[in-house]
Nanobody
Framework: VQLQAFGGGLVQAGGSLRLSCAASGADFSSAAVGWFRQPPGKEREFVAAIRWYNARTYYADSVKGRFTISRERAKNTAYLQMDSLKPEDTAVYYC???????????????????WGQGTLVTVSS
């Protein structure tokens, strides 16, 4: 199983970015994809998750209403559309794959089986 995350960059506050997570080699029928981030000097935190089967979504309170997670089945790719970005959104963003979706623990990093490399998002004020 491989995950590749890309799309990070430098953006001004109030701007937008879209991250992509391309996955391969997995059975997605019971899976969920999550996005996590790790701000400088801080611990990794949950951002959003999507259940592959029915596209049910979950968000951290800090990004609700600004970020949108989606998935494109044909391309085995998940996206994180980030709008109204704030300097506090600056972090390395990771996508992760949970082979067996959990409605209870989707926000826990240790629930996920595979991780992509991080992509850096920097939001300037």
């Amino acid at each position: 199983v491989q995950l590749q995350a890309f799309g990070g960059g430098l953006v001004q506050a109030g701007g937008s970015l879209r991250l992509s997570c391309a996955a391969s080699g997995a059975d997605f029928s019971s899976a969920a994809v999550g996005w996590f981030r790790q701000p400088p000097g801080k611990e990794r935190e949950f951002v959003a998750a999507i259940r592959w089967y029915n596209a049910r979504t979950y968000y951290a309170d800090s990004v609700k209403g600004r970020f949108t997670i989606s998935r494109e089945r044909a391309k085995n790719t998940a996206y994180l559309q980030m709008d109204s970005l704030k300097p506090e959104d600056t972090a390395v963003y990771y996508c992760a794959l949970d082979l067996y979706y959990s409605v209870t623990y989707y926000y826990r990093a240790n629930e996920y089986d595979y991780w992509g490399q991080g992509t850096l998002v920097t939001v300037s004020s």
